[in-house]
């Protein structure tokens, strides 16, 4: 783990007037400092960190990290304290690699992955790839830490100081190899920037996330930040080229002189999915990578999860195992947790199924995708999250529409919202669904309203456990609450 003290130019810091302090420990929230702390201040969305450098230095700082605006808002309490000052221009980039240098330690072998939809998915895959090749291994991301060492995570892509305190655990754990989800919020603030990387993954790209960036462009520059300034440019880039921003992405990384491999049911492709066949339960599929044609069995349901699975086993290949290895053990990947997880199948063989889709494509990319495993009816649950981008409620609602032969549309996490008013906004994509306010109460209609040959996919909220309404989060899991419901309607309830 990090050492007990390490002076401002062991962290790659040069403080204003040359001083160079012995810091015990670093922190973003003020509340988090202790004597001798080095305490960043960093520009913020609603407020900037400035605001809290004089509790900070109350409660002992001996450095602070900011920028100009950050040190003239505290230039008073700054001008009246011993602590040393370090302004940067980029002051969350320079906090990335300071604590790199502060915790040390990381797993050697390291993947990110970015894009809109399947980063959870990849991330996870790769792990248990790694793990069926006898690595010690761990992802992390939406649903923390998980593999051969565990711990929470608060965000996707946390801030550098815990995101470096978890790798460094990992690393003394034993952990060797890690693969991470890159989102465009951690991107868009440096969080990444520390990280070592040996290759990094693309996805796709879609509408989301438009109530932060400020444009559908700056989304994309936020993630295209992972190859264009993370990856380093003798890494590898795994971009899959079906997505109309994967040539986009693929010319970024080949400016940087990266080495590229690119998947997709393009022709031209590296790693090129060549037929699909699909079951009740899965899919068998033929991939040609490498001058060799492999086919293989995915016990995943949904066709796109083909796509996910090719760039984690670029990304696994990219980091040193070899293809047929990777290849042979692809048939024992299993479910992510949230993501198109059969979470029951009724007495009458209908299967329930819950999925994280929580944007426009997202809905319409499972909906699709699991229609060639369905004989019967498609019944999809939507709904849309509060105090997030508006624009894309009626299309998600659309999307439902048009892909699903019903539609019932209830509450995601309305957040501080009125949750009657998101609804409308969905249903102005999908006029005639059904509009069931209480999640619980959808998913009771939605399990009741499938027969034989049929399917119900809840979407939205995936692993989540728990439903924010206001400032509380209620217990709830999808998964749960569609066990409960089917036990309930097929009389298996005690």
């Known amino acids: 783990m990090a050492a007990e003290a390490k002076s401002l130019s062991e962290l790659g810091l040069t403080a204003r007037g040359g001083a160079d302090v012995v810091i015990t420990g670093l922190a973003v929230d003020s509340r988090d400092v202790k004597e001798g702390y080095l305490f960043a201040a960093l520009p913020g969305t609603k407020m900037h960190g400035g605001e809290f450098i004089q509790y900070a230095l109350r409660m002992g700082a001996a450095a602070i990290l900011t920028d100009v605006e950050g040190a003239e808002i505290a230039k008073t309490e700054l001008n009246a304290s011993h602590a040393a000052v370090v302004i940067a221009a980029d002051p969350r980039q320079t906090l990335a690699f300071c604590a790199a240098l502060w915790f040390e330690k990381q797993p050697d072998t390291m993947v990110a992955v970015t894009g809109t939809n399947g980063k959870t998915s990849v991330a996870s895959f790769v ?219 009724r007495g009458n063989g209908a299967a329930v199924y819950v999925d994280y889709a929580h944007t426009p494509d997202a809905v319409a990319t499972a909906c699709r995708a699991i229609r060639p495993h369905v004989m019967g009816r498609l019944v999809a649950i939507v709904g849309a999250g509060g105090d997030r981008d508006p624009g894309k409620r009626p299309l998600m609602g659309a999307a439902a529409a048009e892909f699903a032969d019903q539609v019932i549309v209830t509450d995601d996490n309305p957040r501080s919202e009125d949750p009657a008013s998101i609804r409308a906004a969905v249903l102005e994509g999908a006029p005639e669904a059904t509009e069931v306010g209480d999640r619980a109460e959808a998913i009771l209609r939605g399990v009741d309203a499938v027969g034989a040959g049929d399917a119900l996919l809840i979407c939205g909220k995936g692993h989540e456990t728990g439903q924010i309404v206001g400032d509380t989060i209620y217990p709830f899991d999808d998964v749960e609450q569609a066990s409960v419901a089917v036990a309930a309607l097929d009389g298996k309830l005690a």
């Open 127 to 345: 792990r248990r790839i790694w793990q069926l090749l006898g690595h010690p291994a761990v992802n992390l991301g939406t649903t923390g830490v998980e593999g051969d060492w565990q711990v929470p995570l608060m965000h996707t892509t946390p801030e550098p100081i815990t995101l470096h305190r978890a790798l460094a655990g990992a690393a003394d754990a034993g952990i060797d190899h890690a693969a991470m989800e890159a989102s465009s919020h951690g991107l868009a603030q440096r969080r990444l920037d520390g990280v070592n990387l040996r290759a990094a993954g693309f996805t796709n790209f879609t509408q989301d996330h438009l109530d932060y960036h400020d444009s559908f462009e700056a989304y994309f520059d936020a993630k295209a930040g992972l190859f264009a300034r993370v990856l380093p440019e003798d890494a590898i880039a795994v971009i899959n080229i079906d997505d109309a921003r994967g040539i986009d992405m693929l010319a970024i990384a080949r400016a940087r002189g990266q080495e590229i491999m690119t998947v997709g049911k393009d022709v031209g492709a590296d790693m090129c999915l060549l037929a699909q066949r699909f079951d009740a339960t899965g899919q068998d599929v033929r991939i040609k990578f490498g001058g060799e044609t492999f086919q293989t069995r995915l016990n995943l349901v949904g066709g796109f999860q083909a796509e996910n699975v090719m760039v984690a086993a670029g990304l696994v290949i990219a980091s040193g195992a070899t293809p047929d290895r990777v290849f042979s053990v692809l048939p024992e990947l299993e479910t992510v947790r949230g993501r198109m997880q059969l979470a029951a199948t």
